[in-house]
């Protein structure tokens, strides 16, 4: 149906950045958001971001403010999630999220793991 396809992850230092890109193929009919979440071991799945196709709004969690930015190619179907001082409390697999207009069910790309350590 649809397919989300995550890259961007791996080890980075305390204060570094990654950039993380999230391409959406298949059946899609039309996207009503994208956005970033992350799971840590033994933890819950977190809310980071979202941002809207119609209008580019954006919505973040309070722990990435100021630190993250997401950010839409539309033509491309593709999100990115622009990681800076990172710190190593954002270790985790980070998920990329689709959900589209008229569709209760969302979609979940594979994970990819951001580690951030000295």
């Known amino acids: 149906q649809v397919q989300l396809v995550e890259s961007g992850g791996g080890l980075v230092q305390p204060g570094g950045s990654l950039r993380l890109s999230c391409a959406a193929s298949?059946?899609?009919?039309?996207?009503?958001?994208m956005g970033w979440y992350r799971q840590a071991p033994g933890k819950r799945r977190d809310f980071l971001a979202t941002?809207?196709?119609?209008?580019?709004?954006?919505n973040y969690a309070d722990s990435v403010k100021g630190r993250f930015t997401i950010s839409r190619d539309n033509a491309k179907n593709t999100v990115y999630l622009q990681m800076n001082s990172l710190k190593p409390e954002d270790t985790a697999v980070y998920y990329c999220?689709?959900?589209?207009?008229?569709?209760?069910?969302?979609?979940w790309g594979q994970g990819t793991q951001v580690t951030v350590s000295s």
């Open positions: 999220n689709l959900q589209q207009r008229y569709r209760a069910n969302g979609y």
């Open positions: 298949g059946s899609i009919v039309s996207i009503y958001a």
């Open positions: 941002i809207l196709t119609s209008d580019g709004s954006t």
